[in-house]
């Protein structure tokens, strides 16, 4: 039997899981959490980058809760600083494939899970060919006050939808950070763009486009 037959509900994360990594963007992001560093820490872009690497992935498996954490800021207010820093939309554009998906998956409920900002991820969609309409709860730190891998989120979504745990399956990119805490409370977890088995993975896909393959 499919141990996908019971999901009701897709729960999307967005950077790198909607699209695939992209270096550009990537190297975007990571220049403006540097600079939400220099401007609080008033440090030089090589201490920034310095401090950062000592601490990530080293202690916190978030990057936005890294720099929270150095820049002794919350972690809604880091992601809202470095999200004003760089435009999602400048590097991704309408993906046929991705609105095939969403279509074959319009009879399931959708909720996105991000670390970014509501209104930057309701901008982007579109450019993707993706209504923000089609998902009916947007979670952040905005929401919770912390980010994946924090449980919050996660259990925040399960007492939204009132649903049990295994009938929710959590795509991201990430295995540590976007898969692991939803394994942890019982959800389906699908590992996207990786040809390595995610050891929090009960699916791993070479792209995001599969998933409908194996429902």
């Known amino acids: 039997m499919n141990k996908f ?9 967005f950077d790198g899981t909607l699209f695939k ?13 540097f600079q939400v560093l220099m401007k ?4 030089t872009r090589e201490k ?18 890294t720099i929270g954490v150095l820049a002794s800021i919350s972690t ?6 470095m999200e004003d ?9 309408r993906d046929e494939n991705l609105i095939s998906l969403f279509s074959h998956l319009k009879t399931y409920r959708h909720i996105m899970f991000g670390n970014g900002i509501i209104a930057k991820h309701k901008e982007t969609l579109p450019v993707l060919g993706i209504s923000p309409d089609t998902f009916e709860l947007f979670v952040t730190s905005e929401i919770v006050g912390k980010t994946k891998p924090s449980p919050d989120g996660f259990q925040y979504i399960l007492n939204y939808t009132k649903l049990p745990a295994d009938q929710h399956l959590m ?8 898969l692991a805490p939803a394994q942890a409370l019982g959800m389906h ?20 486009y599969d998933i409908a393959s194996v429902l």
């Open 171 to 178: 795509i991201g990119d990430r295995d540590l950070v976007d």
């Open 76 to 81: 809604a207010q880091a992601a809202r600083e």
């Open 40 to 43: 609080h820490m008033s440090w």
């Open 21 to 33: 990594p992209n270096e550009d963007f990537f190297h975007a992001v990571r220049e403006a959490e």
């Open 189 to 208: 977890t699908c590992l996207v763009w990786s040809n390595t088995p995610g050891p929090h993975a009960d699916i791993t896909l070479p792209t995001t």
């Open 48 to 65: 920034a980058e310095e401090e950062f690497q000592k601490v990530y992935k080293v202690v916190y498996p978030s990057a936005t809760q």
């Open 85 to 93: 820093l760089f435009d999602r939309r400048d590097f991704v554009s």
């Open 5 to 13: 037959t019971g999901i009701k509900v897709f729960v999307w994360d």
